[in-house]
């Protein structure tokens, strides 16, 4: 069993419409979880941060952590064409020493059609 | 932009032949990760340096070896390549924090193509 499961989608939806991405992971020991966001041909680039449980909110994007249930989302309001790219989420535990190793998910390939 | 630097951008080579990617971290980062990329795995963390030394290591190959030398540039060695080591090889880097900052500068990566 992976770590960080995710389902590789592809996602298609209407421009406007709520997106809503998500990750379920295994390691209770994760304490920092992230969306990196990559566009084709590109590296991945960070989104969104969130430490522990909770919400956070960054213009149309939220991201959701729920440690109990071991699940994160990331929330996409009024989804527009430039939103179309392959999201992952990443996780890391606390570790001793300078080390920010992260735990990625396969990644959902989004596409936002005009 | 994200500063990091990876050379060559693509590469095609033969089964049993070596590789070298090279990469350059933002100006000030020490750490440099490197994660293999490919379509059926995502991204897999590989290994991580710190000024030089190496201080995470994730599931790398015996046939895959890197190092950080003192200028902070990286090189990820592959020998005896196959065919499933064809992938994309993203290095990445980091300001000099402490863990859990998440903040990860990746570039834009090394493609590989064994033949």
């Known amino acids: 069993q992976k770590e960080v499961e995710q389902d590789p989608g592809p996602l298609s939806v209407p421009e406007g419409a709520i997106v809503s991405l998500n990750c379920t992971y295994s390691n209770s020991a994760f304490q920092y979880f992230m969306w990196y966001r990559q566009y084709s041909r590109k590296g991945p680039e960070l989104l969104m941060y969130?430490?522990?449980?909770g919400n956070k909110e960054d213009g149309r994007f939220t991201a959701q952590v729920d440690k109990s249930s071991k699940y994160i989302s990331l929330f996409i309001r009024d989804s527009q064409p430039s939103d179309s790219a392959t999201y992952l989420c990443?996780?890391?535990?606390?570790?001793?020493?300078?080390?920010?190793?992260?735990?990625f998910g396969t990644g959902t390939l989004l596409a936002v059609q005009p | 932009d994200s500063g990091v630097t990876q050379t060559p951008k693509h590469l095609i080579t033969a089964t049993g032949q070596r590789v070298t990617l090279r990469c350059s971290p933002r100006?000030?980062?020490?750490?440099v990760y490197w994660y293999q990329q490919s379509l059926d795995q995502g991204l897999q963390f590989l290994i991580q340096y710190y000024n030089g030394e190496e201080r995470a290591k994730g599931n790398i190959l015996e046939r895959f070896s890197a190092q950080q030398f003192p200028d902070l540039h990286s090189e990820l060695n592959l020998s005896s390549l196959e065919l499933g080591d064809s992938a994309l090889y993203f290095c990445?880097?980091?300001?000099?924090?402490?863990?859990?900052?998440?903040?990860?500068?990746f570039g834009e990566g090394s493609r590989l193509t064994v033949l």
């Open positions: 990443a996780m890391s535990a606390p570790l001793r020493g300078a080390t920010n190793k992260l735990i």
């Open positions: 969130t430490y522990s449980s």
């Open positions: 990445a880097s980091s300001a000099p924090l402490g863990p859990g900052t998440g903040e990860l500068f």
């Open positions: 100006s000030g980062d020490l750490s």
